[in-house]
């Protein structure tokens, strides 16, 4: 999993995205580097999960473009496979099939994204992630919390350097998950990655602190007739404080 080509820093520039008639965000820039971790924050219905499935390709914005290393991704040749396979995006969603085992399933994400596992890896990111006695246990007999970890596991298998898009990933964890969660990220970030994730718990013991980016409080509405947003364009999320919200701090 290592002797990957260094991460460039992924770009979004003007970025634009919609729901049905609603401009969830206009204008947006955002700056994720290698060897940074950045909280994505806003209120429910503001676009954090719309702007990470952008990140990840899976959706198109309206207006603006992504850059890697400061060429337009569109324009990449085949999509660039080598840097797709370096990324690695969970939703809030664990993606397991019920009737899989643990390994299977983790087994089954690796070689879906071209970076297939060993046994042995497999068996060691369970491990990594506290549920590594459960990796013959059928994923319907599990709890969110224990689903929640297998999930994660893939984190755990992902090249070294890798770029991580993250989707409330401490949700349905206890303290133990929150803990290994936070090393995993760490080690991540430790060899050259890089990791953007979303979340309403106060994570306090990350480490390094995460940059915290906010998307605006209110987003832009269209004026009636109009193909414009009526409000002003949402601020810059390059700039955002570096500081760590505290638990009093929400």
Same mark, same amino acid.
């Given at each position: 999993?290592? @002797? ?8 979004? $520039? ?65 999509? @660039? ?45 369970? $491990? ?46 206890? @303290? ?51 193909? $414009? ?22």
């Amino acid at each position: 999993m290592s @002797d990957w080509p260094p991460l460039p820093p992924l770009e979004a $520039t003007a970025l634009r995205c919609e729901r049905g008639e609603r401009v969830l965000f206009d204008g947006l820039a955002l700056t994720l580097a290698p060897g940074e971790m950045v909280w994505l924050r806003g209120a429910n219905g503001r676009g954090k999960t719309t702007l990470l499935r952008t990140l990840a390709g899976l959706g198109t914005p309206a207006a603006g473009q992504l850059l890697l290393g400061g060429q337009p991704i569109a324009g990449r040749k085949s999509a @660039d496979p080598a840097w797709r396979r370096q990324l690695v995006y969970l939703g809030h969603a664990n993606a397991l099939k019920d009737d899989l085992t643990a390994a299977e399933s983790l087994t089954f994400a690796t070689r879906l994204a071209g970076t297939p596992a060993t046994p042995a890896e497999v068996q060691a990111a369970l $491990t990594a992630l506290g549920v590594g006695a459960l990796a013959r246990r059928a994923v319907r007999t599990m709890s969110q919390g224990q689903r929640r970890r297998v999930a994660l596991a893939r984190l755990a298998l992902a090249p070294k350097p890798a770029m991580a898009l993250l989707d409330e990933p401490f949700d349905a964890l206890d @303290d133990d998950g929150i803990d290994r969660l936070a090393r995993l990220l760490a080690d991540i970030v430790a060899a050259g990655g890089a990791v953007l994730f979303t979340s309403h718990q106060q994570i306090d013991r990350l480490r390094p602190a995460p940059r915290v980016v906010m998307l605006p409080e209110a987003p832009p509405r269209r004026s009636p007739g109009s193909a $414009t947003p009526s409000e002003p364009e949402a601020p810059s999320l390059g700039a955002s404080s570096g500081a760590l919200p505290g638990a009093s701090n929400p």
